[in-house]
């Protein structure tokens, strides 16, 4: 064999055995990640928040693993918003509309503290 062809089999060799690394490695790492909750409030003075639901559509449509649970907190909602968010909760199980009072039971219903 000339050195070129010993170069370019070891190369290929490092790489896949890289490749298998990562891939034992990232696949046990993955079961091991923990779902978040996100919460978005919700405020009449929000200009960007057609954008903030339609950024979080994306991440759920996209199969964002790391996404468990939206809660969509009404603080100052107008009747568009509330109307958005109704939308969005029908669209994604995952989310919901909830009042600030309310906070502290959806976490403990999250955390699955008793």
Sequence with gaps: MET???IS???AVLLIAAEIVCLMFCSRLKCRSFPLCILLPVHRDDGNFSLRLS???SL???GEPF???VLLMDTDADEGQTQQCS???QRYHAAKLIL???IE???KKYLHFD
Excluded: K, W
Aim: hydrophobic share 40%.
């Design 4 to 6: 070129a062809e010993i």
């Design 9 to 11: 089999v070891s190369v």
């Design 55 to 57: 950024f979080l559509s």
């Design 60 to 62: 759920i449509e996209q």
């Design 67 to 69: 996404i468990g649970t």
């Design 87 to 89: 939308e969005f909760c």
């Design 100 to 102: 600030p009072g309310d």
């Design 105 to 107: 039971e959806e976490m």
